[in-house]
């Protein structure tokens, strides 16, 4: 399989960033990759997924909020494991968009989210 960066699709989502599906395909259900971008000053929308994830972030600031644990600092090179089920969101606290890695095991489907506002 081989997908061109010109065929890929970027969408504005409900919970507030910006998400370019990378690798999600139904025939491999195993994983999912997708490249999340979120703006200067935006908080995302509070949420849990029913597979585990992990965040690779690789530009921008922000602040992890992840379950009942005190808010933390990321950066680029930081790796944040989310379980399922997991309350997540994140904050941009830089001037510039806050870039990271999402992959999801198994992969990521729509009925895999939940809205927690």
């Excluded at 065929?7 to 960033?17: F, G, S």
């Excluded at 600031?61 to 005190?70: C, S, T, V, W, Y």
Aim: charged share 20%.
């Amino acid at each position: 399989m081989h997908t061109r960066s010109d065929d890929l699709k970027t969408v504005y989502t409900d919970e507030r960033c910006f998400i370019t599906e990378l690798v999600n395909d139904p025939d491999h259900p195993g994983a999912s990759v997708a490249l999340c971008r979120v703006a200067p000053g935006i908080l995302t929308q509070r949420h849990s997924l029913s597979v585990r994830e992990w965040y690779l972030v690789q530009s921008g600031q922000g602040e992890m909020h992840l379950g009942d644990a005190a808010p933390f600092e990321i950066g680029p090179g930081d790796v944040v494991a989310i379980p399922a089920g997991a309350a997540q969101q994140v904050r941009n606290t830089g001037s510039e968009d806050l870039i990271f890695q999402c992959l999801c095991l198994p992969r990521f489907t729509p009925g895999c989210y939940r809205n927690l506002e």
